[in-house]
């Protein structure tokens, strides 16, 4: 578990795309089942289900790498 921890306190990024990708594919999953989709379309949706998560990861990480919060800055 430790290995586990370590592992996601190293790549948050990764990590985060990884629960997001999980959650969303499994909503997708779920809400498509019935629609009739062939083993093709299910994974090409799947695929780009996966992408987005990684997309929406590295927007919202944008703002990561900056030197000082945005709220401690001192205009003049």
Known sequence: MKAIISWVKQ?????????????????????????GLEGSQWFWLLLITTLVAGACIWIVSWGDDEDEPADERVNG
């Open 11 to 35: 790549h948050p990024n990764l990590s985060a795309w990884f629960v997001l990708a999980l959650g969303m594919d499994i909503l997708l999953a779920i809400e498509a089942r019935n629609v």
